[in-house]
């Protein structure tokens, strides 16, 4: 790809020469282009078409499977966990392993998916491949133990095998579910307008509210004595048939729901990418260096104005971007964007407490069960009763997070995004703190209302916000006021997912040493509440709202 320009600063050529997949194009033509790609022109930043209401929800229609596939392990991964003999001293390394992974290796496969090349689109990819791995890590851990004894005949060695392969499926499972999400996120926002994609994360919240809520009531029936349980050999099979068969419809559909269009033909089609980027900003794509720009796609060679090139190399050039690279770029993100990701990990960070000691909290404080007592003594099946109720508790959680998902729609004009995440922090908040204070059982499954209101909350309102920076910036850049380098939407995804990883962290380390020394799960419950409550002013005082700053 070669450029004539008489001066490099002006960026608009009064005669140039360029080939573009083997196109010629009329010195008239090529400067309308490259003003359109200065900034500035009617065509640079044109926003997506707005897209049918049926084509968001065939997009938003995976996380209901995703969800599904979620709950599906929470109600089994422990039983099977438990069957297969798996040591107690390596329970915190399985929950440990996938989210460390993740959150070292999630901005890298958000920066790779905002340089992917492959003509089905920079997104897709990476969305089917990971889907793929959650099918395998699912099929490792529900059938696992199946398969091993089935193949080896030495008992003892079937129990090692077993152990192995479960712990790998339910890493595999984990490391894929978690990150799946920062590209289907990216990817809506790729081919969206800025309205679609407001509309799209609501449709996003309220699938995985029913995704969560289905999962959990096809896990609560028995089906270890169906017909189909009876053929298939166990309700961990059954399981898995019904979660594959889910995912994979609905993983189909949403790849089909909205075309990408690939770098490739971006790079075809616009000709050139003149904007300059600072070195190592935050989701930096390219910066001019030597008479060349390098985009991350292509470089454009700078020849004279006589048509010689000054520096003949190849074109194709495609950066690499290593973790260290990576680090110092998320380190020199924008405030704003750094605020915005505290905010998001304290609230995980408090979501994710409640949830996973929740059935535990309702067997051990609310029944006054024993989990370490005989298994067939009354203490021990009042804490299954209480499991049990603990489980329809997490139901009634998905299905107000998907009711309230689609109460946003109506909320937004009136309080916008500032209020949305002030009273989803606050009343979650609120909710467990009473949860700990008051540990009655119908005081308690009322309030699991308010943990779908955090769920949604935290689905759709930080996404939110990265999308009015995105368009912001976007503005800024047309109307000249540009900061001189253009953020990917994917590794801006990919930072915002990791805090959940982080958050998984930090909830594995460090809340069993605090119900160990407290003696007590309630101690979660009240954490979990002062978590919550200081994310609430968190977010009023220090995260910004460009809606609020554009009044």
């Not at 490259?34 to 044109?46: M, T």
């Not at 499972?173 to 999400?181: Q, V």
């Not at 189909?252 to 900003?281: D, F, G, W, Y």
Request: charged fraction near 15%.
């Amino acid at each position: 790809m070669t450029l004539a320009k008489p001066d490099l600063a002006g960026l608009l050529p009064r005669a140039c020469e360029m080939d573009i997949a083997s196109m010629e194009c009329s010195s008239e033509k090529e400067e309308t282009m490259l003003k359109s790609l200065a900034g500035g022109d009617p065509f640079g930043q044109v926003e997506p078409p707005k897209k049918a209401t049926g084509k968001l929800v065939m997009h938003s229609v995976v996380m209901f499977g995703r969800e599904f596939c979620y709950a599906v392990e929470a109600a089994f991964v422990t039983p099977v966990l438990l069957s297969v003999g798996l040591p107690k001293s390596l329970y915190s390394l399985v929950w440990l392993i996938s989210p460390i992974l993740g959150f070292v290796l999630q901005p890298v496969v958000g920066s790779a998916s905002d340089h992917c090349s492959s003509g089905w689109g920079k997104r897709r990819p990476f969305i089917l491949v990971l889907g793929l791995m959650m099918l395998v890590g699912m099929a490792l851990y529900l059938n696992g133990d199946t398969v091993v004894l089935a193949l080896v005949s030495d008992r003892a060695t079937q129990r090692t095998w077993a152990i192995v392969i479960t712990m790998l499926g339910v890493v595999l499972f984990d490391f894929a579910a978690d990150f799946i999400d920062g590209p289907i996120k990216a990817y809506l926002f790729d081919v969206c307008s800025h309205q679609d994609k407001e509309k799209g994360l609501h449709y996003h919240a309220l699938l995985t509210g029913l995704g969560g809520a289905l999962g959990y009531l096809t896990g609560a029936i028995d089906w270890g004595h169906t017909v189909l349980g009876t053929y298939l050999g166990s309700e961990f099979q059954v399981m898995f048939f019904y979660a594959a068969l889910v995912f994979l419809i609905c993983l189909t559909v949403h790849l089909c729901s909205i075309p990408e269009v690939s770098l490739t033909t971006i790079k075809v089609k616009s000709k050139a990418l003149l904007k300059a980027s600072k070195p190592q900003q935050y989701g930096s794509l390219g910066k001019v260096k030597n008479g060349y720009f390098n985009s991350g796609y292509s470089e454009i060679q700078i020849v004279s104005q006589q048509g010689k090139p000054i520096i003949n190399k190849d074109i194709q050039v495609q950066r690499q971007m290593t973790i260290k690279s990576l680090l110092k770029a998320l380190l020199s993100m924008p405030s704003h964007y750094r605020c915005l990701c505290v905010s998001h990990l304290m609230g995980w960070t408090a979501f994710l407490s409640t949830m996973l000691f929740f059935t535990d909290f309702m067997g051990q404080i609310v029944f006054n069960g024993d989990p370490y007592a005989p298994h067939n003594s009354t203490a021990y099946l009042t804490y299954e009763r209480g499991v049990e109720i603990g489980c329809w508790g997490m139901c009634i959680n998905a299905i107000c997070s998907s009711l309230y998902s689609y109460l946003q729609k109506a909320l937004l004009p009136y309080i916008g995004l500032k209020g949305l995440y002030f009273i989803g922090y606050l009343l979650f908040g609120l909710g467990t703190g009473f949860i700990g204070l008051f540990p009655k059982v119908h005081s308690t499954l009322a309030l699991c209302s308010l943990f779908g209101v955090m769920s949604s909350t935290l689905y759709t309102v930080p996404f939110n916000l990265i999308a009015d920076y995105h368009k912001e910036e976007e503005e800024s850049q047309n109307g000249g006021k540009s900061e001189d380098y253009i953020r990917g939407k994917g590794v801006d995804c990919a930072a915002l997912t990791c805090m959940v990883q982080l958050a998984q962290i930090i909830v594995g380390v460090g809340l069993g040493f605090l119900v160990s020394a407290a003696g007590s799960v309630v101690v979660v419950v009240i954490s979990a509440s002062a978590i919550a409550l200081f994310g609430c002013c968190f977010v009023a005082f220090f995260v910004r709202y460009v809606d609020e700053n554009n009044k």
